[in-house]
């Protein structure tokens, strides 16, 4: 029936020839005499394990500001109202300190000269 060392039909008629075999079974990675166990993820490695519920409140208050801001058009108005307000009183303090180095280059121009 068969014959040989590897039971019914498939078996080889010598051991050493078996054992070649074997070994070159063993160093074909892609023979699955012994294929990896699945990968099963651990357990508590969900979707949702690690969520910072802190940093999803302040990106949703953010982002509800944000959609806030380009859809009122009233917020907007206020917003540049107050840049624009920002943006002058920078100027001013500009011009106010130019004026304070011209004040103290001619003090010092003065005592030398």
Do not use: H, W
Not at 2 to 25: D, F, H, T, V
């Amino acid at each position: 029936m068969g014959g040989g060392y590897g039971g019914a039909g498939g078996g080889y008629a010598n051991p050493l020839a078996r054992a070649a075999a074997m070994q070159n079974a063993a160093s074909n990675p892609y023979y699955a005499a012994n294929p990896a166990p699945s990968q099963t993820p651990p357990v508590g490695s969900g979707l949702l394990d690690g969520f910072d519920t802190a940093n999803f409140v302040k990106g949703a208050l953010i982002g509800a500001a944000g959609a806030y801001l380009l859809t009122n058009e009233n917020a907007q108005k206020t917003i540049f109202k107050m840049i624009a307000k920002a943006t002058t009183l920078f100027q001013a303090g500009i011009e106010e300190m130019k004026e304070r180095y011209e004040d103290a280059k001619a003090e010092i121009e003065e005592e030398n000269g």
